[in-house]
């Protein structure tokens, strides 16, 4: 490898902090969301998490690709959905959107 030449991260594109709100705002529709927590490092937003809905049932978890503080990693950056019971406890998910090529791509789910 060419010394000093940029690596795939370095080079590769994430989504803005506006960007993944106005996906959340999408995904939650007009009940909105309430942030739980976000994390950052010196690329910027790398996770944030997030309450839909009255009843706290629905949470959208935003990760950006790569290896992170807390021990967190992910794959790909892409937003996840999961759905609690009423104790709070997780019972589903999927993928709800990925970001590729600079863009939100939905991932379709059928249940």
Known sequence: MHEGAPTFE???RFPTQKEVEDLFKELAGPEGFQTLRQ???????????????????????????????????????????VFSDEGGIPIGGHVAAKYEGG????VEHTS
């Open 39 to 81: 994390e950052e490092d010196k690329q910027g937003l790398y996770l944030w998490e997030a309450v839909a809905g009255a009843d706290g049932a629905t949470q959208y978890v935003y990760m950006r690709k790569g290896r992170h503080d807390k021990n967190l990693q992910a794959s790909a950056t892409a937003i996840r959905v």
């Open 103 to 106: 863009a939100w791509k939905r």
């Open 10 to 12: 370095q080079t590769e």
